[in-house]
């Protein structure tokens, strides 16, 4: 089987890397990747962008593509599968009326309230002055958040009202048409990433991301600086609650829409102090790098579970099978990330990090003759396996202690809430 990855980050790596594991693929390609694809035994890169729908759908023909993996939401939300639907091949993925879940945070927030499923209260606005009217109302710390996509980094935790009047009146500049603002919830966020195949759904390992940029969960708001699995803070009753209350009543109440929702249904979710799930915000896809440390653990080959969607048997398909123990994955980023930074820095090391027994996985890295250099915010993904967090967590940081390029940086707190729980 031969199958086309759609994208170019460290996600899309984990993706070939782990489809290529099973007997049935023989080929994979990734539109555009990155420096690890190009690497990657068995994989090919192919120089279209995400959104060249025509391009794509012209490698299908040429390669005899037999299956094709949408990484990331761009080509979602501007219906990459409803273009693919006439060469009559099974796709990964919603088509564009599913990723609004993730493309309209107030359509999302709409199907949240209107199915009764656990979210904070909030308002949506499409002028400046309702909403800084609303915010004087308001008491801070409060959340304003852009309704588009904005690559993971749309969302201002405003700790001042005057914090919060900035991020309105910056959104709106940048072009944005809506923005929500939203109460401030307290507590400890889980990634829960199910599998659907519009009939059934299927929670994978429960994960945890940093997304500040600073040690201590402190700073800025990126595209997520590390992530571990399983998260102890989801065990099994709290993941019965999630599915009852969050999963189940979101693939309903897409159903009752008339859409046949086929992918992954992302629940980015806060767990209270008093233990209630509520749901921040969802994804159409899988995450980035929460993908890294999830589909390390994953024993089930990863082929089977996506036809399995995609042909709507995920009912008879075996429960899936996880490895024992913990991933963690640490994120390389250029320095100044998020940022204005700099690209072109040579990368060295990566042999050497490889051979700890840790995963390198690329995100923002370019191959230029025999060198791989930085091209992107996030540059790497470190994942190491263990028996524990704690022996995840040396892995990952013995192997980030073998690379090296200029202006690096990454957080040295990675899975700091979990040490000593396992």
Request: glycine residues 10%.
């Amino acid at each position: 089987m031969k199958v086309l990855v759609v994208g170019n980050g460290g996600r899309e790596h984990a993706l070939a890397a782990k489809l290529l594991q099973s007997d049935r693929v023989t080929q994979v390609y990734c539109t555009p990747g990155n420096g690890g694809t190009a690497t990657l035994s068995g994989c090919q890169n192919l120089p279209y962008s995400v959104d060249d729908f025509a391009r794509i759908g012209q490698a299908v023909v040429e390669n005899r593509i037999n299956l094709v993996v949408v990484g990331p939401e761009l080509p979602l939300s501007l219906g990459i599968k409803d273009y693919l639907a006439k060469f009559d091949l099974p796709v990964f993925g919603p088509n564009q009326q599913g990723a609004q879940l993730e493309a309209s945070k107030s359509w999302a927030k709409d199907l949240m309230i209107s199915a009764g499923i656990p979210t904070a209260t909030s308002e949506t606005f499409t002028e400046v002055e309702p909403a800084i009217a609303y915010l004087n109302q308001q008491t801070a710390p409060i959340v304003v958040k852009a309704d588009g996509l904005a690559a993971g980094k749309g969302v201002i935790v405003a700790q001042t009202l005057e914090e919060a009047e900035n991020a309105v009146k910056s959104l709106f500049n940048e072009g944005f048409p809506k923005l929500i603002i939203e109460e401030f919830l307290v507590g400890q966020e889980v990634s829960v990433l199910a599998i659907t195949d519009g009939i059934t759904i299927v929670p994978l390992l429960p994960a945890q991301d940093h997304k500040q940029i600073g040690e201590g969960d402190t700073g800025a708001n990126t595209g997520g600086m590390g992530a571990f699995c399983p998260t102890p803070l989801a065990n099994s009753a709290m993941m019965d609650r999630i599915e009852r209350e969050v999963l189940q009543p979101t693939l309903t109440a897409l159903q009752q829409k008339g859409i046949d929702y086929r992918g992954i249904i992302y629940a980015g979710l806060m767990i209270t102090p008093e233990g209630e799930p509520k749901v921040l915000e969802y994804n159409c896809r899988f995450g980035d790098p929460e993908t890294q440390a999830v589909l390390a653990l994953l024993e089930t080959p990863l082929d089977e579970v996506i036809l399995a969607c995609c042909q709507q048997k995920l009912r008879e398909l075996p429960p899936l099978k996880w490895h024992s123990g913990s991933a963690v994955c640490v994120v390389m980023a250029a320095g100044g990330y998020p940022s204005s930074y700099t690209k072109g820095k040579v990368i060295t090391g990566l042999d050497l990090a490889e051979k700890t027994g840790a995963v390198v996985f690329h995100a923002g890295t370019k191959l230029v003759g025999d060198n791989l250099i930085t091209d992107g915010g996030r540059v790497l993904g470190v994942t190491g396996v263990g028996s524990t967090f704690e022996e995840a967590i040396a892995l990952s940081y013995r192997a980030v202690g073998q690379i090296h390029f200029e202006d690096m940086y990454y957080r040295r707190d990675i899975g700091h809430r979990v040490q000593g729980k396992s």
